[in-house]
Protein backbone atom coordinates (compact mmCIF):
# COMPACT_ATOMS: atom_id res chain seq x y z
CA UNK A 1 0.00 0.00 0.00
CA UNK A 2 1.01 3.63 -0.97
CA UNK A 3 0.99 6.36 1.66
CA UNK A 4 1.42 9.80 -0.47
CA UNK A 5 1.36 13.19 0.51
CA UNK A 6 1.40 16.17 -1.70
CA UNK A 7 2.07 19.51 -0.62
CA UNK A 8 1.93 23.06 -2.82
CA UNK A 9 1.08 26.27 -2.23
CA UNK A 10 -2.37 27.49 -3.37
CA UNK A 11 -2.01 28.27 -6.63
CA UNK A 12 0.53 25.36 -7.31
CA UNK A 13 -1.63 22.82 -9.62
CA UNK A 14 -2.01 20.62 -6.24
CA UNK A 15 -5.32 19.83 -7.28
CA UNK A 16 -4.90 18.99 -10.87
CA UNK A 17 -1.63 16.87 -10.06
CA UNK A 18 -3.98 15.03 -7.50
CA UNK A 19 -6.78 14.35 -9.34
CA UNK A 20 -3.97 12.72 -12.17
CA UNK A 21 -2.41 10.89 -9.65
CA UNK A 22 -5.21 9.64 -7.61
CA UNK A 23 -7.42 8.41 -11.03
CA UNK A 24 -4.05 6.68 -12.90
CA UNK A 25 -2.82 4.79 -9.42
CA UNK A 26 -6.39 4.01 -8.35
CA UNK A 27 -5.93 5.96 -5.11
CA UNK A 28 -7.99 7.09 -2.01
CA UNK A 29 -7.41 11.20 -2.80
CA UNK A 30 -7.76 12.84 1.05
CA UNK A 31 -8.08 16.40 1.46
CA UNK A 32 -7.98 18.04 3.99
CA UNK A 33 -10.58 21.13 3.13
CA UNK A 34 -12.82 18.89 1.36
CA UNK A 35 -12.98 16.88 4.82
CA UNK A 36 -13.29 20.23 6.75
CA UNK A 37 -16.39 21.28 4.77
CA UNK A 38 -17.98 17.63 4.76
CA UNK A 39 -17.39 17.68 8.90
CA UNK A 40 -18.91 21.07 9.20
CA UNK A 41 -21.76 20.47 7.12
CA UNK A 42 -23.03 17.44 9.16
CA UNK A 43 -22.49 18.76 12.20
CA UNK A 44 -20.17 16.45 13.93
CA UNK A 45 -17.72 16.96 17.01
CA UNK A 46 -15.05 17.74 15.30
CA UNK A 47 -16.94 19.87 12.33
CA UNK A 48 -18.74 22.01 15.23
CA UNK A 49 -15.32 22.41 16.78
CA UNK A 50 -13.21 23.93 13.83
CA UNK A 51 -16.13 25.76 12.67
CA UNK A 52 -16.23 27.75 16.35
CA UNK A 53 -12.17 28.57 15.49
CA UNK A 54 -13.04 29.97 11.75
CA UNK A 55 -15.82 31.75 13.05
CA UNK A 56 -13.39 33.27 15.18
CA UNK A 57 -11.07 34.22 12.56
CA UNK A 58 -8.38 31.75 14.25
CA UNK A 59 -6.63 29.14 12.87
CA UNK A 60 -8.02 25.44 13.74
CA UNK A 61 -5.12 24.08 16.41
CA UNK A 62 -2.68 20.86 15.24
CA UNK A 63 -4.57 18.64 17.55
CA UNK A 64 -8.07 19.19 15.86
CA UNK A 65 -6.98 19.19 12.38
CA UNK A 66 -4.71 16.54 13.40
CA UNK A 67 -7.97 14.10 15.29
CA UNK A 68 -9.94 15.32 11.50
CA UNK A 69 -7.47 13.42 9.46
CA UNK A 70 -6.22 10.14 11.55
CA UNK A 71 -10.77 9.76 12.17
CA UNK A 72 -11.02 9.32 8.29
CA UNK A 73 -7.62 7.85 7.87
CA UNK A 74 -8.78 4.60 9.46
CA UNK A 75 -11.50 3.95 7.66
CA UNK A 76 -8.91 3.62 4.12
CA UNK A 77 -6.64 0.87 6.05
CA UNK A 78 -7.03 -1.04 3.18
CA UNK A 79 -6.19 1.45 0.35
CA UNK A 80 -3.16 3.79 -1.14
CA UNK A 81 -4.00 6.87 -0.66
CA UNK A 82 -2.72 10.58 -1.19
CA UNK A 83 -3.28 13.39 1.50
CA UNK A 84 -4.12 16.82 0.10
CA UNK A 85 -3.88 19.82 2.49
CA UNK A 86 -2.59 17.95 5.81
CA UNK A 87 0.73 18.06 7.38
CA UNK A 88 0.41 21.62 7.39
CA UNK A 89 2.88 21.79 10.45
CA UNK A 90 5.65 19.64 11.84
CA UNK A 91 3.22 18.99 15.02
CA UNK A 92 0.96 17.50 12.10
CA UNK A 93 3.52 15.92 10.42
CA UNK A 94 5.10 14.09 13.82
CA UNK A 95 1.45 12.90 14.63
CA UNK A 96 0.92 11.00 10.52
CA UNK A 97 4.34 9.84 11.51
CA UNK A 98 3.19 7.92 14.49
CA UNK A 99 0.44 6.59 12.70
CA UNK A 100 1.45 5.72 9.10
CA UNK A 101 4.78 5.00 7.20
CA UNK A 102 4.58 7.90 4.66
CA UNK A 103 6.21 6.24 1.43
CA UNK A 104 7.09 9.86 -0.51
CA UNK A 105 6.07 13.41 0.01
CA UNK A 106 5.46 15.24 -3.65
CA UNK A 107 6.44 18.63 -3.30
CA UNK A 108 5.29 21.29 -6.09
CA UNK A 109 7.72 24.16 -5.91
CA UNK A 110 6.24 27.06 -8.30
CA UNK A 111 7.37 30.52 -8.24
CA UNK A 112 5.32 33.56 -6.67
CA UNK A 113 4.71 35.69 -8.85
CA UNK A 114 3.23 32.45 -11.04
CA UNK A 115 0.99 31.58 -8.54
CA UNK A 116 -0.40 35.40 -8.62
CA UNK A 117 -0.92 35.29 -12.38
CA UNK A 118 -2.53 31.81 -11.91
CA UNK A 119 -4.88 32.65 -9.03
CA UNK A 120 -6.39 35.16 -9.99
CA UNK A 121 -7.14 33.52 -13.29
CA UNK A 122 -9.38 30.68 -11.29
CA UNK A 123 -13.00 30.68 -11.19
CA UNK A 124 -14.83 28.33 -8.88
CA UNK A 125 -18.01 26.85 -8.97
CA UNK A 126 -19.08 26.77 -5.57
CA UNK A 127 -21.40 23.90 -5.23
CA UNK A 128 -18.96 21.13 -6.10
CA UNK A 129 -15.94 22.87 -5.68
CA UNK A 130 -14.72 22.42 -9.31
CA UNK A 131 -11.81 24.59 -10.52
CA UNK A 132 -11.27 26.39 -14.05
CA UNK A 133 -8.30 28.27 -14.83
CA UNK A 134 -8.64 31.15 -17.94
CA UNK A 135 -5.67 30.40 -18.95
CA UNK A 136 -5.06 26.49 -19.07
CA UNK A 137 -8.29 24.55 -17.91
CA UNK A 138 -11.16 26.95 -19.53
CA UNK A 139 -14.63 26.09 -18.96
CA UNK A 140 -16.57 25.30 -22.71
CA UNK A 141 -18.47 28.27 -22.13
CA UNK A 142 -16.92 31.43 -20.31
CA UNK A 143 -18.49 31.42 -16.76
CA UNK A 144 -20.78 28.44 -16.68
CA UNK A 145 -19.61 25.14 -14.63
CA UNK A 146 -19.27 21.90 -17.36
CA UNK A 147 -21.00 19.72 -15.80
CA UNK A 148 -24.07 21.89 -14.32
CA UNK A 149 -24.25 24.33 -16.55
CA UNK A 150 -24.05 26.60 -13.11
CA UNK A 151 -22.62 29.79 -13.01
CA UNK A 152 -18.96 30.37 -11.82
CA UNK A 153 -17.54 32.78 -8.89
CA UNK A 154 -14.02 34.41 -8.28
CA UNK A 155 -12.99 33.58 -4.56
CA UNK A 156 -12.43 37.31 -2.52
CA UNK A 157 -9.21 34.84 -1.66
CA UNK A 158 -7.56 35.21 -5.64
CA UNK A 159 -7.52 38.77 -5.26
CA UNK A 160 -3.71 39.87 -5.60
CA UNK A 161 -3.18 41.43 -1.95
CA UNK A 162 -4.59 38.60 -0.32
CA UNK A 163 -2.85 35.94 -2.45
CA UNK A 164 0.50 37.55 -1.15
CA UNK A 165 -0.40 37.18 2.29
CA UNK A 166 -1.70 33.76 2.35
CA UNK A 167 1.22 32.59 0.14
CA UNK A 168 3.82 34.06 2.96
CA UNK A 169 1.72 32.27 5.53
CA UNK A 170 2.02 29.06 3.47
CA UNK A 171 5.69 29.11 3.05
CA UNK A 172 6.23 29.54 6.53
CA UNK A 173 3.98 27.00 7.92
CA UNK A 174 5.45 24.48 5.66
CA UNK A 175 9.46 25.43 5.46
CA UNK A 176 9.68 22.96 9.00
CA UNK A 177 7.54 20.11 7.43
CA UNK A 178 9.74 19.98 4.06
CA UNK A 179 12.87 20.10 6.08
CA UNK A 180 11.46 17.15 8.11
CA UNK A 181 10.71 15.31 5.24
CA UNK A 182 13.67 15.90 3.44
CA UNK A 183 16.06 14.88 6.42
CA UNK A 184 13.44 11.28 5.89
CA UNK A 185 14.36 11.19 3.15
CA UNK A 186 11.18 10.64 1.33
CA UNK A 187 10.67 14.57 -0.09
CA UNK A 188 10.11 15.05 -4.11
CA UNK A 189 10.23 18.09 -5.19
CA UNK A 190 9.11 19.01 -8.70
CA UNK A 191 8.57 22.38 -10.71
CA UNK A 192 4.82 22.85 -10.20
CA UNK A 193 5.24 25.49 -12.95
CA UNK A 194 5.12 22.81 -15.76
CA UNK A 195 2.25 20.30 -14.33
CA UNK A 196 1.89 18.25 -17.59
CA UNK A 197 5.87 17.32 -17.24
CA UNK A 198 5.56 16.47 -13.71
CA UNK A 199 2.44 14.20 -15.02
CA UNK A 200 0.93 13.51 -18.40
CA UNK A 201 -1.91 13.87 -19.12
CA UNK A 202 -3.05 9.86 -18.97
Not at 55 to 63: A, R
Not at 74 to 93: E, V
Not at 111 to 117: D, G, L, S
Request: glycine letters at 6%.
Amino acid sequence: LLRAVIMGAPGSGKGTVSSRITTHFQLKHLSSGDLLRDNMLRGTEIGVLAKAFIDQGKLIPDDVMTRLALHELKNLTQYSWLLDGFPRTLAQAEALDRAYQIDTVINLNVPFEVIKQRLTARWIHPASGRVYNIEFNPPKTVGIDDLTGEPLIQREDDKPETVIKRLKAYEDQTKPVLEYYQKKGVLETFSGTETNKIWPLC
